[in-house]
């Protein structure tokens, strides 16, 4: 054997010589292709084989864990843009805020006359300056809100469930209006807001908090409910409540296995399911027996 053939070279850089092998599939690596190890190195496509096989570390409700808040982000920023929507042209609120119909000799608009979308959209606005008992108060409020227990609960959720929890919660809060105010036109993240604390509460019992903090938010959150009933929609409010601790109960409940995630996708659908039959079933009441 001549010296000349006892040379080694890095398998993925044929001209550069080599004498370290991958510990992982023992061939040949040059220093640009060495990934330090556990002990000694690997190659490129060790490491990343390796990665690919690691099961991601998961939430004790099966989202994948993040650092940052990304949906609350966008959350708090599409409603910041709705917004300024509203400022720039005034009737953005009346065309897409929350409204069941409308009384009899007016022109034909709301849910009932086909405008479904209003149970969603009416939820990213908010009352403008000139407007109400809160004016800018109104969005400052509710952001702050969502800043705060957003980030938390987004972080033990993971960002889809936290996001179907969130759009539940809205659409509960909207559906309680149709059924009880559907007269009444109403903005605000609130409802949705209200799901996140009742999240809070589920999940703070669930991973053994101190409940006394717990409590004392909810209690916070309960007392401002019936304070502020006479000049909000307490019926979005309680909505998003009632809709938030039943999405969050079947994902914290939901046993640990193969089925989990089935069992959290089950309980979004039959909620989302029951909410429109029960909207579907007042905007018939309110038609007089013909849903838009």
């Not at 556990?38 to 490491?47: D, R, T």
């Not at 042209?89 to 409308?102: H, W």
């Amino acid at each position: 054997m001549t010296a000349e053939s006892a040379v080694t070279t890095c398998f993925r850089h044929p001209k550069v010589e080599s004498h370290v092998r991958c510990t992982r599939c023992d061939r040949y690596i040059c220093p640009s292709c060495m990934r330090e190890a556990a002990v000694g190195h690997q190659c490129v496509e060790c490491v990343q084989e390796g990665a690919r096989s690691v099961r991601q570390a998961r939430t004790a409700f099966g989202g994948r864990i993040s650092a940052v808040p990304l949906v609350t982000y966008v959350l708090i920023g599409l409603n910041v843009l709705a917004y300024l929507a509203e400022l720039a042209r005034p009737s953005v609120e009346d065309r897409f805020d929350m409204l069941g119909t409308v009384p009899a000799g007016y022109y034909p608009e709301g849910v009932a006359h086909g405008e479904w979308y209003r149970l969603l959209t009416g939820a990213f606005l908010h009352l403008t300056p000139a407007e109400g008992t809160f004016g800018i108060a109104h969005i400052l409020m509710n952001m702050l809100a969502l800043w705060n227990v957003g980030r938390v609960v987004e972080a033990q959720l993971g960002r889809v469930r936290y996001l179907a929890l969130y759009l539940l919660s809205a659409l509960g809060g909207s559906v309680l209006v149709l059924l009880i105010a559907p007269e009444t036109p109403t903005v605000g993240a609130s409802g949705a807001i209200f799901g996140l604390g009742a999240a809070y509460y589920v999940m703070g019992r669930r991973l053994g908090y101190d409940m006394r903090a717990v409590n004392q938010y909810m209690g916070g959150l309960l007392l401002w409910l019936v304070l502020s009933a006479w000049v909000t929609s307490w019926q979005g409010h309680l909505g998003g409540l009632l809709a938030g601790g039943v999405v969050t109960l079947a994902y914290a409940y939901a046993p640990r296995d193969g089925r989990r995630v089935l069992i959290q996708a089950g309980a979004c659908v039959a909620l989302l399911a029951l909410l429109l039959v029960l909207a579907w079933v007042k905007v018939a009441d309110l038609t007089g027996g013909v849903a838009a």
